[in-house]
């Protein structure tokens, strides 16, 4: 009965590899998000997806590709992976202009 | 300086306490307000909205002074599951949904 799930929940991996991050909400919302929370934990919107169509794109290197394949799903894939990219990343979703529902993270840790 | 600023703390307090958060933000257009609680290694999750006129909600009490760009938070009877960060939030305006995090004050409630 989870709201919004996230998978992997923990992520290891050498630089330069490539990697996807899987996030659902069966809360019906029509937005979804993803932010990153770096070491000194401020969070930071990266991406935001109405309808599946991209709203929101903040300033993040195009490593990052979002993808959304229908309104419950929003996923997160990222090439040439850096040591910089470490975090914690929390995909969210609401309805449009409504309470945000986090995901519990996917803890990506670049060796 | 940063778009939404707190005193990252941490702030130690006994139980029974009461404990005040502030919050100041940049931005003199934004429109919605929030405090976001984080438990440890959790997803972040909406404690309440802040209203212009001051808002409660149980032993919580959430205040606003827009001249100032200024929020607080107040927090009676403090007790041992208020062990937390507790997340500033602004919202710049209505046209999208993205949400400005502060970095978090901590909170240790101690027996």
């Known amino acids: ?111 | 300086r940063k778009e939404v600023e707190q005193d990252p703390g941490p702030f130690n307090v006994p139980e029974g306490a009461t404990v005040a958060f502030n919050c100041t933000y940049s931005n003199s257009a934004s429109q919605s307000f929030f405090w976001y609680r984080q438990d440890c290694r959790k997803e972040p999750k909406l404690l309440m909205s802040v209203y212009s006129s001051g808002n409660e909600d149980g032993r919580f009490t959430a205040q606003l002074n827009r001249a100032s760009q200024y929020i607080s938070l107040l927090i009676r009877d403090s007790k041992l599951s208020d062990s937390a960060t507790y997340l500033c939030v602004v919202r710049p305006d209505n046209a999208g949904n993205m949400l400005t995090f502060g970095g978090g004050t901590r909170l240790m409630v101690k027996p």
């Open chain 1, 1 to 111: 009965d989870t709201a919004v799930s996230q998978t992997p929940k923990y992520l290891v991996t050498q630089m330069g590899n490539d990697k996807s991050i899987k996030c659902e909400q069966n809360l019906g919302h029509d937005t979804m998000y993803w932010y990153k929370q770096d070491s000194k934990k401020f969070l930071k919107i990266m991406f935001s997806y109405n309808n599946k169509e991209l709203i929101i794109n903040e300033t993040v290197p195009n490593r990052f590709s979002p993808k959304s394949p229908d309104k419950a799903h929003l996923n997160l894939h990222i090439n040439s992976l850096e040591l910089g990219d470490s975090a914690v990343y929390f995909c969210a979703s609401s309805h449009y202009q409504e309470t945000q529902y986090f995901g519990p993270g996917t803890r990506l840790l670049v060796l």
